[in-house]
Structures are given as structure tokens and as C-alpha cells.
């Protein structure tokens, strides 16, 4: 799997075999939300391809403003693969974002900045390739209704694996009664999984879209999956993860389903995390790697990990950005706030995943989510981890082997092991405070703009918003 096409020759005769009849360019905003334009492929030539595709970048949210709106697209022909989807045979290509008032690369294009992240990396000396294994889990449900209005504000997501559905009447059809309960749904086999054929074809088109694929299973929640698929360099990680939940979303929404990557879309039962697995290495040796040492975890490793946790609020102001993440890492949930490092251990917000051999030792930090932009959620950790190299290390604690789960938030504090923000409001004001690590990738103007888009989108929307439980709890005081 991997690449179809390495350059503009090849890129046309892979048109020509497939018939292509529209070329889809695709773009990534701040939010990570995919956008795109098609195109005859008529009208798409060689000159086209290396010169841009223009487009209007002030009706993308908090890009150009209108009196500088035209921008352009540049295609990395690399990228190019055939919508499984459409009814037309059409290839898609991922773009950069091209700023034509400056002559370079637009600063707030993610995969520019993830580009960026990996001059970084070249700079810094310390390493020549840094691989990225995004681990993307989504919940598949029947329907769901949104009520938005200033006096009614409700959901309601409905999956026949849901607890709820237990007396539910189905027509034509007895209600089977197999249902994977609360937290209940981690590897079941047929009936209580219901998704096995759902999941392979999305298996299969996530293969036939260029990603290799390893395995598919029911995950922990009522109605929620995983879909793994193998690490690469940073920019093509992130382009997997477009690419996977354009898949997922697509297939689910074929069969008469709906899939989300919410961070935490059902009360009382786990959420969706994207546990990301992290190693640098230098001239085809993994620098993560240290025999004897615990774990195999070397030096190098640990000053990366403890620049993560030292820019923690800055970290998941990216890789946890919306308000939703941060009711999935509340204590009760499986959910990785607790900032230390373990072996083996789902419990600690850096597992070490058991591996035979140099090549597998990795750090997996399991508190990103999927309302991540994956360019932008990359490119932070792996800026923070480069800190800490530079820097020989900031204040780590661990490796702590017992089930953090269990440990009161008292006794945390007594013995120094810190916890990741409580709200997205938290992290985006330590962003504001703590970004000058981020220079190599992102200017204070953008950090700010970032930290008020963020704001106005999630943060004071929700803080505004009674919810039913506040009636509860406070209607009758």
C-alpha cells in the first residue's frame, strides 16, 4: 500500500488508466475539516498542477480576510488516490495552502505547519525521521437529532447496541436482545457485534485508498470501533487520518448509519480517544531505544516525553481542542489524564506498548482525540518533545506501574504526579501563556488568533448553554 503516483507523468497515465473524468483537490482548515474543489480533468493540466489552484481563503473560518481573500492550492501530486465514492470516476489530491501576498507557504495551512515541523526536526540535528501511529476510535450509531434553541437544548443518538434499546419495538423484526452494556463492547464476537461486515468494508476501501491496514474490532463503548492502521512519517500520518475518517464516515453513512469521532458522545459510558505512538530516529537507529533500560526507553525518549508534559495545557490546547474532549478524560472512563509514563499501563497518559526489539519501542501518549487536526496535533507534540530534548529533560515523573485509576486526586497531589487541564478554557489560556516553544512552527499573532477562534467556536457557546442537568440540580433552588 502507500503511493500511486511519484510525479506529474505518472500522475497523468494513472488518470488515463482509471478513466478519470474530475480531479478533487482537497484542503485542511484550522479545525482540521477537509474542504475541496473539483475539477474537470479536462481543464487540469501540467501548468495548472505546478502553478495552483485558486480559491477563496476568506470564506474558509479565521483565514484571510476579504480584501486579501485570493489564495492558491498547491497539489502534492503524491497524494493522489480515486474516490471510492463518487458515481464519476474521480481522483482526489491533498493540497498545501499557498500564500500569494507573501510568496511562501500559508502560516495557517496545518500541513504547511506540519512541514515546518519537520524542518524543525532537520534543524535541531537531534534526528532525521519521526514516525506517528494515530490510533482513531468512532462510535457508529442508527440516527441522531440536535435540538439547538434558546429554549430547548437536547440530543438524542440512538444505536440498537445501546442499553437503552433493550424494550425497543422493531418492525418486521424481534428486538435480539444482544448488546455489548456499559463499557461491555471490548472484542465481542457476532451477534453482540453487530458492525464485523461494516468494519471490513471499511477495511477493505481504507486499503484501496492507499493505507495498510492491520486489523478492525468493537471497542470498549456501546457502539464504538477502532481501526488500526500502520505509523508513517508525520505529514502522510496525518493525511491517513483524513483520509480514514473520510472512509469511516462515508461507508457508515452508505449503509443508512451515522459515525462520529466525538470526543464523548454518551454519557456514563468511554469515549473516543486518538492514542498517538511517537518515535524519532537517526540514520535508521530508533533514538527511543535503550536496551536494559526500562521499558527499553532510552534518555532520548523520556527529555521528549517530559517536554510534552511540561507544555501540557499548550499541548492539548491542539490535540484536545474542544470542549467535548475534556468530558471524555474525566476519572471513571479509562480516561489518561494522569501525566507519568508506564509500561503496558492504559491507565497513565503515556503507555510504553510491550514490543519485541529496537524497532517497536515507542511512546504512546493516549489523551489526544479526534477533534484534533492531525497536522496540527502532530507538529505540537513532536515540537514539545523537541523541546525537552534541547532543554536535557524538564521534571518527569515515573514510571508509575500501579492502576492510576485508583489513585484519589489527593494522593496525586501529594506525590507530585500532575494532571492534564480540566476544561478546554484551561489549556487554551496556558497556550496564551506557554507558546514560545511553538516559534519554529506558529507566531504569536497565529497563537492568538488560534486561542480566540477557539474560544468563540467552543468555549463560550458551551459555558453560555444551560444543560438539562443544571435544571436538575439547580431549577427548584
Not at 481504507?206 to 464504538?224: D, F, N, S
Request: net charge negative; charged share 25%.
Amino acid at each position: 500500500m502507500g503511493k500511486f503516483v511519484n510525479n506529474l507523468a505518472e500522475f497523468n497515465k494513472y488518470c488515463e488508466e482509471n478513466e478519470v473524468e474530475f480531479v478533487d483537490f482537497r484542503f485542511t482548515d484550522i479545525k482540521g475539516a477537509w474542504h475541496h474543489i473539483s475539477y474537470r480533468a479536462s481543464a487540469v493540466g501540467n501548468d495548472m498542477l505546478e502553478a495552483g489552484v485558486p480559491f477563496d481563503g476568506s470564506s474558509i473560518e479565521a483565514w484571510q480576510p476579504i480584501n486579501e481573500s485570493d489564495m492558491l492550492l498547491k497539489p502534492d501530486i503524491e497524494t493522489a488516490f480515486m474516490d471510492p465514492f463518487t458515481a464519476d470516476s474521480t481522483v482526489i489530491v491533498i493540497c498545501d495552502v499557498y500564500d500569494i501576498y507573501k510568496n511562501e507557504a500559508y502560516a495557517k495551512c496545518p500541513r504547511s505547519i506540519a512541514k515546518k515541523a519537520l524542518k524543525a526536526l532537520d534543524d535541531a540535528g537531534i534526528a532525521d525521521a519521526a514516525y506517528f501511529g494515530p490510533e482513531n476510535e468512532f462510535f457508529i450509531f442508527d440516527d441522531v437529532k440536535i435540538v439547538d434553541h434558546d429554549n430547548h437544548q437536547s440530543f438524542k443518538v440512538e444505536t440498537d447496541e445501546g442499553h437503552w434499546a433493550d424494550a425497543a419495538d422493531y418492525e418486521d423484526v424481534g428486538n435480539m436482545g444482544h448488546r455489548p452494556r456499559i463499557k461491555g463492547g471490548y472484542f465481542p464476537v457476532m451477534p453482540t457485534d453487530p458492525a464485523v461486515d461494516l468494519r471490513a468494508e471499511m477495511m477493505l476501501l481504507l486499503e484501496e485508498v492507499g493505507l495498510e491496514v492491520m486489523l478492525g474490532h468493537h471497542e470498549v463503548a456501546q457502539g464504538q470501533h477502532e481501526i488500526g492502521i500502520v505509523f508513517s512519517d508525520i505529514i502522510t500520518a496525518a493525511d491517513n487520518v483524513q483520509k480514514y475518517k473520510y472512509v469511516v464516515k462515508m461507508v457508515a453513512h452508505l449503509n443508512g448509519k451515522t459515525a462520529t469521532f466525538m470526543p464523548k458522545p454518551i454519557y456514563n459510558d468511554n469515549g473516543n480517544g486518538m492514542h498517538v505512538h511517537q518515535s524519532l530516529w537517526k540514520d535508521g537507529t530508533n533514538l527511543f531505544y535503550e536496551k536494559g533500560a526500562y521499558a527499553n526507553l532510552s534518555k532520548t525518549a523520556l527529555d521528549y516525553l517530559s517536554g510534552i508534559f511540561q507544555h501540557k495545557e499548550a499541548v492539548a490546547a491542539f490535540t484536545n481542542p474542544s470542549t467535548n474532549s475534556y468530558k471524555r478524560l474525566l476519572p471513571g472512563f479509562e480516561a489518561p489524564r494522569i501525566l507519568t509514563y508506564s509500561s503496558q499501563n492504559r491507565s497513565a497518559a503515556c503507555r510504553i506498548p510491550y514490543g519485541a526489539g529496537e524497532k517497536a519501542v515507542r511512546i504512546e501518549t493516549r489523551f489526544p482525540d479526534s477533534t484534533a487536526c492531525p497536522y496540527l496535533a502532530f507538529s505540537v507534540l513532536m515540537i514539545a518533545g523537541l523541546d525537552g530534548i534541547k532543554q536535557g529533560g524538564y521534571p518527569l515523573v515515573g514510571p508509575v506501574n500501579e492502576d492510576l485509576f485508583e489513585i484519589s486526586r489527593k494522593e496525586l497531589a501529594e506525590r507530585g504526579i500532575p494532571e492534564l487541564a480540566s476544561t478546554f478554557r484551561d489549556s487554551l489560556e496556558g497556550l496564551e501563556k506557554d507558546h514560545d516553544f511553538l516559534a519554529p512552527i506558529m507566531d504569536h499573532d497565529y497563537v492568538m488568533e488560534y486561542s480566540q477562534y477557539m474560544f468563540d467556536r467552543h468555549v463560550y457557546p458551551v459555558e453560555g448553554r444551560p444543560t438539562a442537568f443544571e435544571y436538575i440540580a439547580t431549577y427548584s433552588c
